[in-house]
T-cell receptor, first 115, second 112 residues
Framework: DGGITQSPKYLFRKEGQNVTLSCEQN?????MYWYRQDPGQGLRLIYY???????QKGDIAEGYSVSREKKESFPLTVTSAQKNPTAFYLC??????????????FGDGTRLSIL | QQQVKQSPQSLIVQKGGISIINCAYE??????FPWYQQFPGKGPALLIAIRPDVSEKKEGRFTISFNKSAKQFSLHIMDSQPGDSATYFC???????????FGAGTRLFVKA
């Protein structure tokens, strides 16, 4: 059954600690995305990647880093520089076919909290 | 800068009624307008989508109405059911599909 797997479902971060959120997809999608969701603010784009070994900053990239070493995987690291990391993080993927748009498929998210 | 404005923030509808959620956008570089449905603790899932060369699209009880000149689009849920209770997001994707901007969401509650 194809889909996007995010882990862990819940994550706690201590002050000054970096944490990494996992995102794996078996949909053979080229593009992958990370969003942050806060109450009443919708989804805001952190980073996105169209192909392996390439990624672009979204609207709120400060304090976050990503890598795209494999087509299936797009991990997100929340660094200690991100002062307000408590949020629901969503990973998504889509087919990338150049001009034209495709819907994004989302995982079930990781809820990150500060200890 | 909020490029996609969504209203209302919350909505309560009687079972069998019509739910209407509205969105407005500013940037004419958008050319794909999806709606997503999200249940608590889950990721959003695509509900229905429209491109600007079409004024209306219907799938079952869900209809998108699109007004290109007014830069507005809306979701109508006919015969609303308690199972439709969820948060709905409108969105707009830039030409070429690089970025999608989401509205702030509408929490819909359908009373039985």
């Amino acid at each position: 059954d194809g889909g996007i797997t995010q882990s862990p479902k819940y994550l706690f971060r201590k002050e000054g600690q970096n944490v990494t959120l996992s995102c794996e997809q078996n949909l053979n999608h080229d593009a992958m995305y990370w969003y942050r969701q806060d109450p009443g603010q919708g989804l805001r784009l952190i980073y996105y990647s169209q192909i392996v070994n390439d990624f672009q900053k979204g609207d709120i990239a400060e304090g976050y880093s990503v890598s795209r070493e494999k087509k299936e995987s797009f991990p997100l690291t929340v660094t200690s520089a991100q002062k307000n990391p408590t949020a629901f993080y969503l990973c998504a993927s889509s087919i990338w076919t150049g001009p034209g748009n495709q819907p994004q498929h989302f995982g079930d998210g990781t809820r990150l909290s500060i200890l | 800068q909020q490029q996609v404005k969504q209203s209302p923030q919350s909505l309560i509808v009687q079972k069998g009624g019509i739910s209407i959620i509205n969105c407005a956008y500013e940037n004419t570089a958008f050319d794909y307008f999806p709606w997503y449905q999200q249940f608590p603790g889950k990721g959003p899932a695509l509900l229905i989508a429209i491109r600007p060369d079409v004024s209306e699209k219907k799938e079952g009880r869900f209809t998108i109405s699109f007004n290109k000149s007014a830069k507005q689009f809306s979701l109508h849920i006919m015969d609303s059911q308690p199972g439709d209770s969820a948060t709905y997001f409108c969105a707009a994707t830039y030409t070429g599909g690089f970025k999608t901007i989401f509205g702030a969401g509408t929490r819909l509650f359908v009373k039985a």
